[in-house]
């Protein structure tokens, strides 16, 4: 019995189990064994359905015996059908009818009418940062190209850094939190002090040299940059979309419905 495999026919749907007055059947097992499982396969994998069944069947029969008398299951379970229904049916609206493409006009019009959201609790920093080899050769080239106020040598220090195998951050689009780069350097190396006071940081330990270079940053209190809450626009954007295709296609099934007389309120009176 336990050997069928799926795709089998099953001449007697017998009864693996019984817990009071619940059966499992072999019959309701089959789709579990996959296609090309061996006897022993097939074995354990209903074995420890079984297993898992009766314990669960168990637990169920207890569970309706507890139900108050003035709990109505069945307006509960309804009620659970409903909301799923409704769940998955906006589900389907949002997929077939949402316009999910944020323009950049949309991102601009929603940070200029929101800046008092996005204040800043913490400093901003664009910055590059390198972390290389000590022994490489030629290391001090790039503290002078990283010297210079316009960094002319972007090109060249990326090079420079993918051949020496050296870990590096090298966006000037990109802002960072003063934790995010302080974790680049080890511990207790560097303060969000020295981030906001020097343009420039290097510290060396005993296998690595570090650069940091700050390129730009903001102070806590200012308004953020819209490239650091960019996905955050883009979520509430997209969610007020959602809320508003939902109330208009209920709008539009409720004039529908009304249309087809197939509403009718009855007055309490």
């Not at 022994?135 to 010297?147: C, E, H, P």
């Not at 195998?165 to 511990?187: C, H, M, R, T």
């Not at 270079?213 to 819209?226: C, M, Q």
Request: aromatic share 10%; net charge positive; with cysteine.
């Amino acid at each position: 019995m336990f050997a069928c495999q799926k795709g089998d026919s099953v001449r007697d749907n017998k009864v693996l189990a019984t817990v009071f007055d619940r059966n499992l059947y072999l019959s309701d097992l089959e789709t579990m064994i996959p296609e090309g499982a061996t006897a022993e396969d097939s074995t354990l994998i209903i074995n420890a359905f079984v297993e898992r069944w009766v314990r669960d069947a168990a637990l169920a029969h207890e569970a309706e015996l507890a139900i108050p008398k003035d709990l109505n299951i069945d307006k509960l379970v309804a009620d659970y059908r409903s909301s799923l229904a409704k769940n998955n049916y906006e589900k389907t609206l949002i997929q077939q009818f949402l316009d999910s493409v944020v323009t950049e006009q949309d991102y601009l019009s929603y940070y200029e009418q929101h800046k008092q959201q996005f204040s800043l609790k913490s400093p901003l920093f664009k910055s590059y940062f390198l972390k290389i080899p000590k022994k490489t050769k030629g290391i001090d080239k790039v503290k002078k190209w990283l010297k210079k106020d316009n960094v002319q040598h972007i090109d060249e220090i990326k090079s420079f850094a993918i051949n020496a195998g050296a870990l590096y951050l090298l966006n000037d689009s990109v802002w960072y939190q003063a934790n995010e780069l302080i974790a680049k350097f080890p511990k207790d190396a560097i303060g969000q002090h020295e981030l906001v006071s020097k343009k420039m940081i290097t510290y060396s330990d005993e296998n690595f040299k570090y650069f940091l270079k700050i390129l730009n940053k903001t102070d806590a209190g200012e308004v953020s940059p819209l490239e650091k809450v960019r996905n955050q626009i883009k979520l509430v954007i997209l969610h007020q979309r959602k809320k508003k295709l939902l109330r208009e296609k209920k709008e539009a099934l409720y004039e529908r419905a009304m249309r087809g007389n197939n509403i009718k309120i009855r007055s309490n009176k």
